[in-house]
DNA sequence: CTCATGCTTAAGCATGCACTTAACTTTACG
DNA sequence: CGTAAAGTTAAGTGCATGCTTAAGCATGAG
């Protein structure tokens, strides 16, 4: 528990930028390079770098050097991550919610 | 899309937040009021205060108040929003990974 | 009415964050 | 080799964020 709350930290902390989540929907349709990344967002190679360590961090992109340049991509884990954090919570409400109509039902039949 | 994305953009940032994650954890469970949210997370009411507008702001929280206690608990359309945004980014990818699949049967089948 | 309770708001502060520029390393190409 | 390209790293800057204290505003109990 402990330990996914501190990925839960990283990862919505990484999804909370905007920039970050372009690079993600970006990398969804294919892999990029740095320089191509950096391009779309409009900033600097350097702030798309800091970008992708954040990223790979959270474990939400992979990258690979291949000579000098960088290809990154998609990496599952770190969206699964965070779909399973918010499926949780979801859960839990529902089940509330579930469990507050039974007692709402058994209470109309006692009348 | 958009209008979507500033929703995104909200949402992310109100999860980036351990605390404010906590505050959501706990109200899965059932309502709360400030004062009690504020013990749990060991902060001052004030600092829940600002934590509350946000998550108000990015819909995953909604309150109510009657007479001087404000009463808080879930409102689901915030949690939806980034699920949604989650689901849509992997599946995008999967289906990518789907036409990758065909195209290198293809090649093998070619071979 | 008095006063404590629950919340709200404002102001200040330390820290973190996203970005830049600039200097540097490594790799490819002619 | 020389040089351009791709990326890395460091330092600085402005702005947002999360927290505090302090003051203020309703509301409920005695």
Redesign the pocket.
């Known amino acids: 528990m402990l330990k996914h709350e501190a990925e839960a930290d990283r990862v919505f902390?990484a999804l909370?930028?905007?920039?970050?989540r372009t690079v993600i929907e970006r990398l969804t349709r294919g892999p990029a390079?740095?320089?191509?990344l950096?391009a779309q967002?409009?900033?600097?190679?350097?702030?798309t770098?800091?970008?992708?360590?954040?990223l790979q961090d959270s474990e939400l992109v992979r990258?690979e050097?291949?000579?000098?340049?960088?290809?990154c991509q998609i990496d599952p884990a770190g969206l699964r991550n965070a779909e399973a954090w918010l499926r949780r919570q979801r859960t839990t409400w529902e089940r509330r919610l579930d469990r507050l109509d039974a007692v709402l039902d058994d209470q109309t039949k006692e009348q």
């Open positions: 902390h909370a930028d905007a920039n970050r390079t740095v320089s191509e950096a967002l409009g900033v600097t190679v350097a702030a770098v800091q970008h992708l360590r954040v990258t050097k291949a000579g000098r340049v960088r290809t």
